[in-house]
């Protein structure tokens, strides 16, 4: 079982403060409380910047939020069998590049438009994890805080996508929502145990596609400056 030291429980509390989070508001949309759906103003190379350090946040909350409920409440064995419980992630049936071939060969188009079919599917199911967690007995404040940070953030996320699919690809704004179409469905309330494992494959598979976004936005952001060189 990982068990994270006080450093890094106060580095990670750290990065839930105030300080940073206004420091990852666009600098052009500070007015607008960082929503990047309201920045006209904006360059599109400075917004791809902001998505993409948006995105790079998200991921590396998602991910210390996987440790920390791992730490709290999955002992090391059944660590283990969740990687052989066949658990499916809620975005397999999406029709997104899966090869490290497969990414570089589709279009920038299809690369924004993969984070944002992404971004998507996981908002609802964020937004059911926390009222999952919060019928947990000892579940820590800072757990809950990341969770609620990070679906606070996706949305973010998903507007400053729109927004930049309309200043690159000169498209209307998207209206497809992927976790309307049944992505993600609420089942019957598990027995505990059950719960604590569905939860723990839902926050693992958040992590896994949240490293995706920010993948193919920094393809993108490679294809924009030397397009023959972007491994």
Same mark, same amino acid.
């Given at each position: 079982m990982h068990m994270m030291t006080v450093t890094q429980l106060g580095v990670w509390a750290g990065l839930l403060c105030p300080y940073l989070l206004t420091a990852s508001i666009p600098q052009d949309c500070r007015e607008d409380q960082g929503s990047l759906s309201r920045c006209p103003s904006i360059s599109q190379e400075k917004l791809l910047d902001r998505v993409i350090q948006h *995105?790079?946040?998200?991921?590396?909350?998602s991910e210390e939020s996987c440790s920390l409920f791992e730490a709290m409440f999955v002992p090391f064995p059944l660590q283990l069998q969740s990687n052989? *419980? +066949? $658990?499916?992630? /809620?975005t397999k049936a999406l029709p997104l590049p899966s090869s490290k071939s497969e990414i570089q060969q589709i279009s920038d188009k299809w690369l924004l438009h993969s984070v944002l079919m992404l971004v998507?599917?996981? /908002?609802?199911?964020l937004v059911y994890l926390q009222t999952t967690l919060d019928r947990y007995d000892d579940a820590p404040d800072m757990l809950l805080n990341k969770t609620k940070w990070v679906s606070e953030k996706l949305i973010s996320l998903e507007q +400053?996508?729109?927004? %930049? /699919? #309309?200043?690159?690809?000169?498209? +209307?704004?998207?209206?497809t929502s992927y976790s309307e179409q049944g992505v993600f469905q609420y089942?019957?309330?598990p027995e505990m145990l059950e719960s604590v494992m569905r939860d $723990? *494959?839902?926050?693992?598979?958040?992590?896994?596609? *949240?490293? #995706?976004?920010?993948?193919?936005? #920094? %393809?993108? #952001?490679?294809?924009?400056?030397d397009k023959y060189n972007c491994a």
């Open positions: *995105a790079e946040l998200i991921y590396r909350v052989q *419980a +066949g $658990y499916t992630c /809620i998507q599917s996981w /908002i609802e199911p +400053g996508v729109v927004v %930049l /699919i #309309k200043k690159m690809l000169d498209e +209307g704004m998207m209206t089942d019957v309330q $723990y *494959a839902l926050l693992s598979c958040f992590k896994k596609d *949240a490293h #995706k976004m920010e993948t193919f936005l #920094k %393809l993108l #952001k490679c294809r924009q400056t």
